[in-house]
């Protein structure tokens, strides 16, 4: 569950200010639930949660490793190896990278092998978008045992 439900589509901080909210990264907190989670950010690991606090300083914060979902078009070699970067400067284990869109093949290697680090997989843009499209082609494109 959210913490915050922000409606304007900008980063946070931003998004906050324009609607009157004060987020208190102190108040971030992991559910206490059994099972595995999936903690899914907004807009990349150097986007400011309030003007002072990353979600890279976040997902240090709770020490959990992190999978990067990176898409494949152009730019992603630049803005994935400097998310590896930021991420392990703040000593966050980086559990591999996952990408999205299509084929790729030499821009997905160059990160893997510049950026020391796995490649999980590739989710092709599906259409529709639902559910069972979305479990259909996670299975079928990711070594499911290599998320833990």
Do not use: Y
Not at 9 to 23: D, F, K, T, Y
Request: with cysteine; charged share 20%.
């Amino acid at each position: 569950p959210e913490a915050w439900r922000l409606a304007t589509p900008c980063s946070p901080h931003r998004a906050a200010a324009l609607e009157g909210v004060r987020i208190d990264p102190a108040a971030l907190m992991l559910p206490d639930m059994p099972g595995r989670l999936v903690v899914e950010g907004a807009g990349g690991v150097l986007v400011p949660i309030v003007d002072d606090f990353l979600f890279a300083d976040l997902f240090a914060r709770w020490a959990l490793p992190v999978v990067l979902v990176a898409r494949t078009g152009l730019g992603t070699i630049n803005h994935s190896l400097l998310s590896l970067e930021a991420l392990r400067s703040r000593g966050v284990d980086v559990l591999g990278i996952a990408f999205i869109g299509d084929a790729q093949e030499d821009s997905e290697a160059t990160i893997a092998r510049l950026g020391a680090v796995r490649r999980l997989g590739r989710l092709p843009l599906l259409d529709p978008l639902d559910a069972a499209s979305l479990k259909a082609a996670f299975l079928n494109s990711f070594d499911v045992e290599a998320f833990g």
